[in-house]
């Protein structure tokens, strides 16, 4: 399994819409997507930046959505964050709620 990070910088007060969008915009569009598990997203209290986590059956699911979906994804979401978005792709190690059991680090 393998988690996609993605690290925003909010615009000031545009915290809940954020949520919104993610709702009822992004989530549907990552369910559409092969490969596609879970989605978190975190949003500290003072609203200045987002972390979404999205996971994925193989990293080739994940990058395939990077290429395909996600730059419409960034469009959607240019109304809410400064910048561009922060992504990095990582393996999942370890996992209770995904059922991941330790990896083994070569």
């Known amino acids: 399994m393998f988690a996609r990070t993605?690290?925003?910088?909010?615009?000031?007060?545009?915290?809940a819409e954020f949520t919104q969008l993610l709702?009822?915009?992004?989530?549907?569009?990552l369910q559409k997507q092969q490969g596609?598990?879970?989605?978190m997203a975190f949003v500290p209290t003072d609203g200045k930046e987002a972390i979404a986590i999205s996971f994925w059956t193989e990293k080739e699911h994940a990058d395939s959505y990077n290429r395909s979906a996600y730059p419409d994804v960034v469009k959607t979401l240019?109304?809410?964050?400064?910048?561009?978005?922060?992504?990095?792709t990582?393996?999942?190690?370890?996992?209770t709620i995904h059922k991941v059991a330790v990896r083994q680090m070569v």
């Open 23 to 29: 709702d009822k915009e992004i989530i549907p569009t």
């Open 36 to 39: 596609f598990k879970d989605e």
């Open 90 to 95: 990582l393996e999942v190690s370890n996992s």
């Open 6 to 15: 993605v690290r925003m910088e909010l615009k000031p007060n545009s915290a």
């Open 78 to 88: 240019s109304k809410v964050i400064v910048g561009t978005p922060r992504v990095e």
